[in-house]
């Protein structure tokens, strides 16, 4: 059974939601290598690379699908936070929403009765709820240590 034509193009909105998070991460690697913190950068990078295989999942599974994948043009990214813990807290706003977007495409997998769409996703509700977590426990350890703290940190977030 093919996908239909509702999750093909629902896939390819996810597929460059994916890739835009991949640019959005890479762009605040490059804002904390300007300020001299590599392990955030570094923790940006890996983050980054996660988002692009994320991306790849998805096509491969489309493809796999007869799904009509396109690959366009990925919109503008942030450049610039107020600070270390803004870029984070940006970061926890925008997985709460790719996770709000991941539950939408489940959603309409189940509204299609697509039953081995819904068992591929379930992987990224999972994923998901890590993303959220290792996030908030960032911010936590940049609540508890404050901003003189962030050293801690940044030597921390380096060894991802
Ligand atoms: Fe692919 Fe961080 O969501």
């Not at 983050?47 to 690959?71: C, F, P, S, T, W």
């Not at 940006?90 to 709460?96: N, P, Q």
Request: charged fraction near 25%.
């Amino acid at each position: 059974m093919k996908f239909t034509t509702k999750l093909s193009t629902a896939f390819n909105a996810q597929i460059k939601a994916e890739m835009w998070s991949s640019n959005l991460y890479l762009s605040m690697a490059v804002y904390f290598m300007k300020a001299g913190l590599d392990g955030c950068a570094h923790w940006m990078k890996k983050q980054a690379e996660e988002e692009m295989e994320h991306a790849h999942k998805l096509i491969d599974y489309a493809v796999m699908r007869g799904g009509n994948v396109e690959i366009t043009n990925i919109d503008a990214v942030p450049v610039n936070w107020k600070g270390p813990k803004e870029v984070f807290e940006h970061v926890y706003k925008h997985e709460c929403h790719v996770s709000e977007l991941i539950d939408n495409l489940l959603n309409l997998a189940i509204a299609e009765d697509d039953k081995a769409t819904q068992d591929f996703l379930w992987w990224f509700v999972r994923e998901q709820v890590e993303e959220e977590d290792s996030v908030e426990k960032i911010l936590s350890k940049f609540n508890i240590y404050g901003v003189h703290g962030l050293f801690c940190v940044d030597q921390e977030l380096g060894k991802r």
